[in-house]
């Protein structure tokens, strides 16, 4: 009660709580392509309190385990995009089936209490991402993965793109140009100047 009287637990509270996204240097650094990165945080927003097992919760009553169907359903992709998503995650221990449940990797997800001391990670709020998802096209994962992608290189305090984002005093002095983040997304200038365009062009 006290904790939702502040600003902060009382965003939190709006936001429908968080889970914690871990990061090492790049996101999931590497292993998944970029159409799926989008539906893996999302799919995220699923995951219980402390198990980390994917399950619809409701305060007060019992959480009920994801099923394949439920995933499939709740990203809305068709069968042929969900097995190679499933192939996907499973082969890099990401999703991980244990006794009939579905779980995700606390080297990447957590909600609860904070474990991995040694990894910076972000906040994502559950009902921003699901949001956000529900207003896009699955043409469009693969745009916003790219924005998903540039999240370790995102200073805290001023919500810039900087080679620094964990050194507020260097972070402004030390921001990205438009050749440097399209180095760190593995894209020509060009190309990246396309994906720029697409993310300026969605609407929320």
Aim: charge should be positive.
């Amino acid at each position: 009660y006290l904790k939702n009287l502040t600003e902060i637990g009382k965003m939190t509270n709006d936001l429908g709580g968080f889970y914690m996204l871990y990061y090492s240097d790049k996101l999931f650094d590497g292993k998944i392509s970029d159409k799926h990165i989008t539906r893996i945080i999302y799919l995220a927003t699923y995951i219980e309190y402390d198990t980390n097992r994917l399950a619809y919760t409701q305060q007060g009553k019992k959480p009920i385990p994801l099923t394949e169907r439920d995933i499939k359903r709740e990203l809305d992709i068709d069968r042929k995009t969900y097995y190679d998503f499933r192939s996907e995650m499973t082969s890099n221990g990401i999703m991980i089936f244990k006794d009939n449940e579905i779980y995700l990797s606390k080297q990447y997800f957590n909600k609860g209490t904070e474990q991995e001391k040694d990894l910076f990670f972000t906040k994502m709020y559950i009902n921003t991402i699901r949001e956000l998802y529900s207003q896009i096209s699955p043409k469009q994962h693969k745009t916003l993965a790219h924005l998903f992608r540039l999240i370790p290189y995102v200073n805290y305090k001023y919500n810039v793109i900087t080679s620094t984002p964990h050194d507020s005093n260097k972070a402004l002095q030390n921001r990205l140009s438009k050749n440097e983040i399209a180095a760190l997304l593995d894209l020509n200038l060009e190309a990246y100047k396309k994906v720029e365009q697409q993310l300026l062009k969605m609407r929320i």
